[in-house]
């Protein structure tokens, strides 16, 4: 399938590994030339020059720390005074920053909000009105299974629900213009060196008893069976997809969702 995005130019953030270092060359595959952006400028460079070379895109690498608040408010500055105008963004960043607590401090909320919901407003802000002029713009969110149900620590779970949320009520704003917001929303995916990868050499039992018994598919998804999902999401091709958010977790969420 054309998904027809060859040469249009993609902001993927916390690309350096993971999900967004899958998702960023899904990208890549299309023809998409794609600007890397997350801490680890080195590992940056290695995924862009490998991508370069297998499939003779543009990759431009940018280090970008979106775990501060003003981070991507930098970013987006940065990206600008090199020109680089995205007519995709995949929000990609997130993550509980190790706030687990209920009755956490008000400060810790908002530090998750900062890192799961504010980051991604903050660089749509600066862009959509570009995608509006052009008549053309796709940005997705990497939302969780959490946002829908109680899966996690309730800051990650309601920062992912507040997304989702956003992306409902944003994407039917600007859907007129053919900027179509998105968002998808994983269950438990195996990346090297994340915590299933960690956990399964140190708590295998658990590994094994989550798999069986929340799992109904009975293993853990692949980074790519998200990724190729993303790169349709932020293609032509999901241009009636309106504020959608994709459900892709295995069967481990228990919920009724209308997706």
Not at 34 to 62: M, S
Not at 175 to 193: D, K, Q, R, Y
Not at 215 to 220: C, E, H, L, V
């Amino acid at each position: 399938m054309d998904l027809k995005i060859t040469n249009k130019l993609a902001l993927v953030t916390g690309s350096s590994r993971g999900l967004g270092e899958s998702i960023a060359e899904s990208l890549a595959k299309e023809g998409v030339n794609v600007i890397w952006a997350a801490r680890d400028l080195e590992q940056l460079k290695v995924n862009a020059a490998r991508c370069e070379q297998q499939y003779n895109n543009k990759n431009i690498v940018i280090e970008a720390n979106l775990k501060d608040s003003t981070g991507a408010a930098q970013l987006a500055e940065e990206l600008k005074a090199q020109n680089l105008i995205p007519d995709i963004i995949v929000n990609n960043v997130g993550g509980n920053l190790g706030v687990t607590d209920p009755l956490s401090k008000v400060t810790a909320w908002k530090d998750v909000f900062d890192f799961n919901l504010f980051n991604a407003i903050e660089l749509n802000n600066h862009f959509i009105d570009s995608m509006v002029n052009k008549k053309w713009g796709r940005i997705c969110h990497v939302s969780s299974i959490a946002s829908l149900e109680n899966q996690g620590a309730p800051q990650y779970c309601a920062a992912k629900a507040a997304l989702n949320a956003y992306v409902r009520s944003v994407g039917r704003y600007v859907s007129e213009h053919n900027v179509i917001m998105t968002g998808i929303l994983p269950g438990a995916v195996f990346t090297e060196g994340g915590y299933w990868d960690e956990t399964s050499k140190t708590r295998p039992e658990h590994v094994e008893r989550y798999l069986n018994e929340r799992m109904a598919i009975k293993r853990f998804g692949t980074r790519e069976e998200v990724s190729e999902l993303v790169a349709f999401l932020v293609s032509d091709k999901a241009s009636f997809c309106v504020g959608t958010s994709l459900l892709v977790d295995g069967g481990q969420g228990r919920v009724f969702y209308e997706g």
